[in-house]
């Protein structure tokens, strides 16, 4: 089993005893300076796994649960999946960048959709922590020639930021906004906020913010991965914030 497995139906997926080479597979991403990361890397594979392979049980094994309850955990099990799927994007993602391998494969598709795909992929950890979490945008596409699983990942990791930063029942927000020379994605949220500091050493690697409501499973490449991959559109990410008056994350991209 290898993480590339992680993506296919988890009804499909092994026994938990694989889960030790999966750690193994995603640590070998990472520098070898950052061995000192394996029990996070651990606890983001093993954590959500455990959740999916454990309501895979259930829905295989009780065939009484009633509609509702079937529903809820197929849920879970999709959020869970989106969570590791992004855990394992953003590792292999690193990996390629370390290897000055980062191939951006552009092609003409409408931004929008991009935006709502990364955000219906968290959009079950924003109604757990009771988050309003909303698209603002024009009702007409935005077409736009990119690398748009890249942009998705980028979206869904500072959207994970965001509500990482952000306390129960808080406000994160997503705007597209159009300009004369290219578009720009917000990533703005009610959260904790950051001082200069803390703002300034957010886009190197393994650089993170501590929460008090933190599980424990980030890396701290979010904003790096997301700085690479927009310079790569030959644009730039941008953060403003302040202690406790949330974040604004703007991504730009030149049209």
């Known amino acids: 089993m290898s993480l590339d497995d992680l993506f296919i139906d988890p009804f499909q997926y092994p026994p938990r005893e694989a889960v030790d080479d999966l750690v193994a597979e995603a640590m070998s991403c990472l520098p070898d300076s950052r061995k000192d990361l394996a029990s996070k890397v651990s606890h983001a594979i093993r954590t959500p796994l455990?959740?999916?392979?454990?309501?895979?049980?259930?829905?295989?094994?009780?065939?009484?649960?009633?509609?509702?309850?079937?529903?809820?955990?197929?849920?879970?099990?999709?959020?869970?999946?989106?969570?590791?799927?992004?855990?394992?994007?953003?590792?292999?993602?690193?990996?390629?960048?370390?290897?000055?391998?980062l191939v951006i494969r552009r092609e003409l598709r409408d931004l929008r959709s991009t935006v709502e795909t990364a955000v219906e992929r968290v959009r079950a950890d924003a109604t757990t922590k009771m988050i309003r979490l909303e698209v603002i945008s024009m009702e007409s596409p935005i077409m736009l020639m990119a690398d748009h699983d890249r942009l998705r990942l980028t979206i869904e990791l500072l959207l994970s930021n965001a509500m990482r930063a952000t306390a129960k029942e808080g406000i994160v927000d997503v705007e597209i906004l159009r300009g004369?020379?290219?578009?720009?994605?917000?990533?703005?949220?009610?959260?904790?906020?950051?001082?200069?500091?803390?703002?300034?050493?957010?886009?190197?690697?393994?650089?993170?913010?501590?929460?008090?409501?933190?599980?424990?499973?980030?890396?701290?490449?979010?904003?790096?991965?997301?700085?690479?991959?927009?310079?790569?559109h030959q644009g730039s990410v941008s953060v403003v914030s302040s202690p406790m008056s949330g974040a604004r994350v703007a991504v730009f991209l030149p049209l």
């Open 50 to 101: 455990s959740a999916i392979l454990g309501f895979r049980e259930v829905l295989l094994m009780d065939q009484e649960i009633s509609p509702e309850e079937r529903n809820h955990y197929q849920e879970i099990i999709v959020s869970e999946m989106n969570r590791l799927r992004r855990f394992i994007e953003t590792v292999k993602t690193f990996r390629v960048m370390l290897d000055g391998q």
């Open 180 to 232: 004369a020379s290219g578009v720009t994605i917000v990533v703005e949220d009610s959260g904790h906020g950051m001082n200069v500091d803390e703002v300034a050493r957010l886009f190197k690697p393994f650089q993170r913010i501590p929460r008090p409501d933190d599980n424990g499973g980030e890396l701290g490449l979010g904003l790096t991965l997301a700085s690479v991959i927009a310079e790569r």
